[in-house]
């Protein structure tokens, strides 16, 4: 069914939001609409990549299985899962990938990565020229010596081996195999990772039986999930890609699986979001309890309080998947996604003093606790030095949260999230025998920013509350105030900042910038920012404004990609996805929105 020859290999760069997503919640892999692999780090998300050509179309590999004459493609995820298959159309024949990773390899002999990629030909005849390019690293190097075992392809750098398996092709790396397929035919491709670790060969056989039961534990898993809001879909797959997105093994939540794709093309906007952010684990812990994952939930507060441990009672920013701080930043000698330099490996912004990290992480301690949760004596011990800190350096200027590279400043957000560190840590102390002296200092210096906000935050024209003390301009994080309980959400000041946000930075119906690129800012403009637009249609939710949350929501969703899939953020005019891609921060406000709204559908009935 199978001849093979050797041909070279070429594709155009994909759109960022032309990827879909598959992991083993180790780490992920970028699949492009026209079936090559782009993008896949090993053993785990901050490692080298295996496949690179992403952000090194120079030197980075690739795995790509390309059907010639392709008229159409489409894709989707099998039912509730994380198991990506896309059907093709060429003008001989229809075909269909289906590419997975295997989620649980423990109690069996499996290696730490397993991608099975299986083609099958449905009608007609296909002609199919798969290209299986590992280059390690970035720049990427091909391997340093490759030969078989039993039947299958061995690549090797060092201590680190890769197997592909397959059945009826035989694949020499870098070169194309041309294969010619019938109706019926189906070929299976097993590519297995060993790091520092002896290397199991996956056979074909069982890389079918393997997707299966992936596609069935991911099912199950989100058959679990207890949400019956709006847009039920959408809510699911973006809790399935926030799970895919944390790193089982310590509980870390990384930002995104990639680094370097730009915020706004060919200009230096390009960070490596590989990492843990607290911030983001916070979020996660509010999205899954609300949809009834107590357990991961708890994983994201364990994780948190296992990588603080060395910096206790400070957080640092970001965090390796190990609980170590981020690496520190460096460039690499690479090409960058279309011509976007400089491609970075580690994240500078770890060395920043950013306040607001104390709310979001305290803040999930209170939500795990209201909601039936026990927090145990150390994470409590852990909270109330978090919040100790907040009581001594509020008044310190320090990045805020969109981690601007230059002076530090006295950001309203980051004193609003400070309020809200020790308005939540005063709630659960109301539960706990606590010294009287730290609840009183506690008390003293919320009560302290509260009134700082309402003095030096708002900008008395408008009145609304502005970006930093001292200035006119406005920032979209501030969409969060009705949330933060900190103000009524149909006070005055809460509606002049969201409809002052609406009037100056939304800049399409949905898309909110962060704020305007000042004139010491970065080079380039940069998209809308869509965590930003989703925490819109939470406070209009909040504030009561239900129609216009609805309507944005709705629009919204519109700008996803074809399988339900984020990036940072959206060029406006063309709808392009930028940044690092997918974004567990947008996918975990989306959900953040969907509750909003089911909640405040509630309230409305309830009060009707």
């Known amino acids: ?75 989707r995820y099998l039912d509730g899962s ?55 690293g970035l720049p990427g190097k091909s391997p340093q010596r490759h030969g078989r075992v039993r039947g299958a392809l061995v690549c090797e750098w060092g201590s680190l081996a890769v197997s592909l398996s397959s059945t009826g092709v035989d694949v020499v790396p870098g070169r194309a195999a041309r294969v010619a397929l019938s109706a ?58 926030l799970r895919l997105l944390t790193y089982s093994p310590s509980g870390a939540p990384v930002a995104a699986p990639t680094t370097s794709l730009p915020e706004a093309i060919g200009a230096t906007r390009n960070w490596d979001y590989r990492y843990a952010w607290p911030r983001d684990a916070s979020i996660g812990v509010a999205a899954f309890l609300a949809a009834g994952d107590r357990e991961l939930a708890h994983a994201f507060m364990h994780w948190l309080l296992h990588a603080s441990r060395l910096t206790r009672p400070r957080l640092s ?66 909270l109330a030095g978090f919040g100790d800190v907040v009581a001594a350096q509020w008044t310190r200027p ?26 939540r840590l005063l709630r659960m102390a109301a539960r706990r025998r606590v010294r009287r002296t730290r609840v009183r200092a506690w008390t003293r210096e919320r009560d302290r920013i509260a009134a700082w906000v309402r003095t030096r935050g708002v900008d008395e024209s408008r009145g609304a509350l502005v970006w930093k003390e001292g200035g006119a301009d406005l920032d979209a994080s501030l969409l969060l105030l009705p949330v933060l309980e900190f103000e009524p959400p149909g006070s005055p000041l809460t509606i002049a900042t969201i409809d002052a946000i609406r009037r100056e930075l939304e800049i399409a119906p949905g898309l909110v910038l962060r704020y305007r690129r000042l004139a010491d800012d970065l080079d380039g403009d940069e998209g809308a920012f869509l965590p930003c637009s989703f925490w819109l249609v939470q406070a209009l939710a909040r504030a009561g404004r239900l129609d216009e949350a609805h309507e944005t929501f709705g629009t919204l969703l519109s700008y996803a990609n074809d399988v339900g899939l984020w990036g940072e953020e959206m060029d406006p005019s063309t709808k392009a996805h930028l940044g690092n891609f997918p974004q567990a921060f947008t996918h975990a406000t989306l959900v953040q929105a969907a509750l909003a709204l089911q909640r405040a559908d509630a309230a409305a009935r309830e009060a009707a």
């Not at 989620?103 to 030909?121: A, E, F, M, W």
């Not at 069935?216 to 699911?236: F, Q, T």
């Open 317 to 382: 920013v970001m965090y390796d998947v190990y609980g170590r701080p981020a690496p520190d930043e460096q460039h690499v000698d690479a090409s960058g996604y279309m011509d976007s330099t400089p491609v970075r490996v580690g994240n500078a912004a770890t060395a920043q003093h950013q306040l607001d990290v104390y709310g979001w992480v305290i803040d999930a301690g209170s939500l795990l606790e209201s909601s039936g949760g026990r927090v145990h004596g150390e994470t409590w011990r852990a």
């Open 184 to 241: 019926g035919d189906a070929i299976t491709f097993v590519v297995s990772v060993a790091d520092r670790s002896p290397l199991i060969l996956v056979p074909p056989d069982d890389g079918e039986r393997l997707t299966s039961s992936t596609a069935a534990w991911w099912r199950s898993w989100s058959e679990g999930l207890r949400y019956d809001g709006p847009h039920r879909d959408a809510v699911v797959r973006s809790l399935i890609t």
């Open 1 to 75: 069914m199978a001849r093979a020859q050797q041909r070279g290999a070429a594709s155009p760069a994909p759109t960022i939001e032309g990827y879909a997503l598959v992991g083993d919640t180790r780490t992920a892999a970028l699949v492009s609409r026209a079936g090559s692999i782009d993008w896949m780090c090993v053993p785990r998300f901050d490692a080298p990549p295996l496949f690179g050509r992403l952000v090194d179309r120079d030197a980075g590999g690739s795995f790509s299985i390309d059907v010639a004459g392709t008229t159409s493609a489409t894709r």
């Open 398 to 423: 320090d990045a805020g949260i969109w981690e601007v590279r230059g002076r530090p400043a006295h950001y309203v957000h980051s004193k609003l999230m400070a309020w809200l560190a020790l308005d």
């Open 82 to 136: 994380a198991v990506l298959e896309t059907a093709i159309t060429s003008s001989t024949g229809r075909a269909r990938v289906t590419d997975a990773m295997v989620g649980d390899v423990t109690g069996r002999l499996l290696p730490h990565n397993v991608l099975v990629r299986k083609l099958v030909c449905d009608a007609g005849d296909v002609t199919v020229d798969v290209t299986f390019d590992p280059r390690h």
